[in-house]
């Protein structure tokens, strides 16, 4: 059992330090000379521990950058044609190598991580060695042992980070520019991590789905172009749900569901524990260019819901998601902090949470939409929100077990003049309800939905009133004293205009 447990600690420590050096090379593959001058000081000598055939392809990389000559798949597979790779493709690898890099890597970072691996891998060697000498009743064990570890600590007192910085010249480092690889026009880019935040029942989920399905389409979203792309969705918070959704969409699109480049994983699990999996199959299906995490509190496995550290590792595995094939961009679903009001929409975990996304993308209602904008941070140009309705409806493809339609939420993206008109019927309603309550003081949300005439199949709609009376509460028109709503002085002034 022991030894089984440090042949899995090895191969573990074996894999982790593949992947690193896979993303070190293929940083340095798309020809920016700062990577390599980077990789060459943060790497130093140690570099020939990298594991075949890396030990090979690192020092052509560095070959190539002495002698000022390109640094491309092409270019390394020329320079180590002599080498005997046993039919192996080298040409190949260095492409699929260069496609799944990330868009920017950390080499000091990636570097500390990968000596942590190697040291792990040295210690599991040593051991095991050690327990096989001692078996064989071999003297000289302990020996073999100390040594080993003397070469453990020599390696760790190796030079890595340490040495001359590298500082680049203006053309070089304006050479290493990568573009932003939109996947939403102007909002969303692939290789980046975003937050999508908002209150429960705001319409974050019918929101996310509208965006899969026009990614998936290649089709415009609210005059942005989409790049189309195969999706992913971790539909973990309420799978049924999103497959009510889902099925309304797709009649409301005119789409077919079984035709869509679309996959769910319809269940809780731990993202980390699987990612080599949705790596794997990502990566078979010719890779993602949008993965939807509903939502962030569902795949959450932190010890504290409360602790801004969990959170902030939490938000640090997300990322990774956007390592797979295709480098596709996540859009986190998430619940704001705790009492949070509609300007002051950050995702829970606070700053650990936000500081490791790229930005935090809300979701809030507002003059009867649903406006998609951003709060707290966002990487990229500012812009213009948009504007959404979240419509209730029913479908013949959604019917319950006794064979009636059910209705479900799909979301609809809004014309400038919709919006217009949802933004003045506010403001009419605002100003009946203003008069409402000035005829008739006291009355509870119920019975001012029903003096207005806004009821339906359900009773009163309460939630509109509540949501009118925040608003006017914000413009100073009302307030709430001791349970009950009531107009403020600027409130029965306005009312009373509205009258005359």
Not at 29 to 40: H, I, K, P, Q, Y
Not at 61 to 80: C, H, K, Q
Not at 346 to 371: H, I, Q, S, Y
Request: proline share 5%.
């Amino acid at each position: 059992m022991l030894s089984t447990a440090r042949a899995t600690a090895r191969q573990a420590s074996t894999e982790a330090k593949v992947e690193i050096e896979q993303r070190v090379i293929g940083s340095q593959l798309r020809g920016d000379s700062g990577a390599v001058e980077t990789a060459l000081d943060t790497f130093r000598e140690s570099h020939s521990a990298f594991h075949p055939p890396h030990n090979l392809i690192q020092p052509a990389i560095f070959d190539a950058f002495r002698d000022g000559t390109a640094i491309s798949p092409n270019a390394i597979a020329l320079r180590l044609a002599d080498k005997d790779f046993d039919g192996f493709d080298i040409r190949g690898y260095l492409v699929d190598v260069l496609s799944s890099a990330p868009a920017a890597v950390n080499l000091q970072a990636e570097a500390a991580e990968w000596r942590n691996a190697v040291r792990l891998h040295f210690r599991e060697r040593a051991a095991a060695q050690f327990e096989q000498d001692r078996r064989n009743g071999d003297p000289k064990a302990i020996e073999t042992l100390e040594a080993e570890l003397a070469r453990i600590e020599a390696f760790q007192r190796s030079p890595s980070i340490a040495g001359d910085l590298a500082i680049i010249q203006s053309g070089a480092f304006v050479e290493g520019f990568v573009p932003p690889d939109y996947l939403l026009d102007g909002i969303l880019q692939r290789g980046f991590i975003y937050s999508f935040t908002g209150q429960t029942g705001s319409g974050k989920t019918a929101i996310s789905l509208r965006i899969m399905a026009h990614a998936a389409l290649g089709k415009p979203l609210a005059g942005r172009d989409v790049q189309q792309c195969r999706v992913l969705m971790l539909a973990g918070e309420n799978h049924t749900d999103v497959q009510m959704r889902w099925i309304l969409l797709a009649e409301r699109m005119g789409f077919v569901p079984s035709d869509m480049p679309v996959d769910f994983v319809p269940r809780v699990f731990s993202i980390e524990s699987f990612l080599p999996s949705i790596a794997r199959q990502a990566k078979q299906g010719g890779g993602y260019g949008l993965v939807i995490v509903d939502t962030s509190a569902a795949y959450f496995q932190g010890d504290d819901e409360n602790s801004n550290v969990d959170h902030g590792a939490h938000a640090r595995m997300l990322r990774k998601l956007t390592e797979i094939e295709g480098r596709p961009c996540a859009l986190v679903n998430a619940h704001p902090v705790k009492g949070a009001r509609d300007e002051n929409l950050l995702p829970r975990g606070g700053g650990a949470f936000l500081a490791e996304v790229d930005g935090n993308v809300t979701c809030a209602r507002k003059d009867g939409a649903v406006e998609v904008h951003w709060q707290g941070k966002f990487r990229g140009p500012e812009f213009e929100p948009m504007a959404f309705a979240c419509e209730t409806a029913r479908s013949d493809f959604l019917k319950d077990s006794r064979g009636r339609c059910v209705p479900s939420v799909y979301a609809r993206p809004l014309s400038e003049s919709e919006q217009a008109t949802l933004a003045s019927q506010s403001n009419a309603d605002m100003a009946k309800l203003l008069c409402i309550m000035l005829d008739n003081p006291g009355l509870a949300i119920s019975a001012l939905a029903e003096g207005a005439g806004w009821v339906g199949a359900g009773g009163p709609h309460k939630s509109k009133v509540a949501r009118l009376l925040g608003k006017l509460k914000e413009q100073g028109l009302a307030a709430k004293q001791l349970g009950t709503w009531t107009l403020t002085p600027a409130g029965e002034k306005a009312a009373k205009a509205r009258q005359e």
